[in-house]
């Protein structure tokens, strides 16, 4: 029995209903300027000084594809649902920035033979049937040296759309969330090494004081 009774054209169409209201939530539209600046710092922490091709992988409405595009990186944005690729898409054009973004499978990217620098994933892999399976996928899309960045955490979901996520939510193996010490050791043999940070104690990341466990996962090829 799939882990997920329903096909990928629903969990699009679902996806699709959460995306005008999306980024209201302070963590994805960036719209407060100290959440945004909040965000571009971690990222410039985390990737490397100079512009480095980088693959954001369930880009949603790219708020940190534009973050990335600003700071001179050549990004590539992938989503499952169209509707979230159309505002990325408006967004980095009402910003001048250039930047490539695909409707297709997180999980799988359809970019063909081409390899990134950095691979980033944010709150993605809960909604994953075989998360596992696709971490290996993107370190196979990294070149020698390159990083895979993972920011996640372990909190209750709750729907985008106002409605239940997708039928059999409840058998994702990763549903909820996954903690820094889980995803650690699913990583550790695909990776070189694996640093991680915890994000639970900056409330400019998120709007507000959070109390869950947040984390990102810097792992290096």
Request: aromatic share 6%; proline share 8%.
């Amino acid at each position: 029995m799939p882990i997920v009774d329903n096909t990928s054209a629903a969990i699009a169409a679902y996806w699709d209903a959460a995306a005008s209201s999306f980024d209201d939530a302070p963590d994805h539209g960036l719209k407060a300027e100290h959440t945004r600046l909040a965000w571009a710092r971690l990222l410039g922490s985390w990737l490397p000084p100079e512009p480095v091709d980088l693959l954001d992988v369930g880009c949603g409405t790219g708020s940190l594809s534009l973050l990335l595009a600003e700071s001179g990186h050549r990004v590539t944005g992938v989503d499952l649902s169209p509707r979230m690729i159309g505002q990325a898409r408006e967004k980095l054009a009402g910003a001048d920035l250039p930047a490539r973004f695909l409707v297709g499978d997180a999980a799988s990217p359809p970019t063909g033979s081409e390899r990134f620098d950095v691979v980033l994933s944010r709150h993605l892999v809960w909604t994953l049937p075989d998360p596992e399976a696709a971490l290996r996928e993107w370190v196979g899309l990294l070149r020698p040296g390159g990083r895979l960045v993972l920011v996640e955490g372990r909190w209750r979901e709750s729907g985008q759309s106002g409605e239940p996520y997708v039928a059999g939510a409840e058998r994702l193996p990763w549903n909820g969330g996954i903690g820094a010490a889980a995803l650690s050791a699913a990583i550790r043999s695909l990776v070189a090494d694996v640093r991680v940070e915890p994000l639970s104690g900056d409330p400019a990341l998120w709007g507000g004081p959070v109390s869950d466990e947040r984390y990102a996962l810097i792992g290096r090829i």
